[in-house]
């Protein structure tokens, strides 16, 4: 009986920080895919003089596209739309967190 009590504890211990521990490793993998939309969306403008583009100007599987389709990694949405200068966020980041990226 004790040895469970103690296995109950251990494990009551383990998991918020496990929970902790996938959050943020969602979160980097979101931040890295934001870099990657960010880094070709700034070759966009820079290469045709825009200010503003659709993530589908950037993103696609075209040889023509600057960034190949990212999966999304906790249910995340992206801005859908992309100005230059402005920050980008992925929103409903495991239905909870919003993570916005920028320089």
């Known amino acids: 009986?004790?040895?469970?009590?103690?296995?109950?504890?251990l494990a009551a211990m383990a998991?918020?920080?496990?929970?902790?521990?996938?959050?943020?490793?969602?979160d980097k993998s979101v931040v890295g895919?934001?870099?990657?939309?960010?880094?070709?969306a700034n070759i966009y403008f820079t290469e045709t003089g825009m200010?503003?583009?659709?993530?589908?100007?950037i993103m696609g599987t075209d040889s023509t596209k600057y960034v190949k389709p990212i999966s999304t990694v906790?249910?995340?949405?992206?801005?859908?739309?992309?100005?230059?200068?402005?920050?980008?966020?992925a929103s409903g980041v495991a239905g909870a967190r919003t993570i916005?990226?920028?320089l």
């Open 74 to 89: 906790a249910g995340e949405t992206y801005s859908t739309t992309l100005i230059l200068g402005s920050f980008m966020t």
């Open 15 to 26: 998991v918020p920080q496990f929970q902790k521990v996938r959050a943020a490793g969602q």
């Open 1 to 9: 009986m004790i040895v469970v009590v103690i296995i109950g504890l």
């Open 51 to 57: 200010t503003s583009a659709n993530l589908s100007d």
């Open 100 to 102: 916005t990226f920028g």
């Open 33 to 40: 895919n934001l870099r990657q939309i960010f880094g070709g």
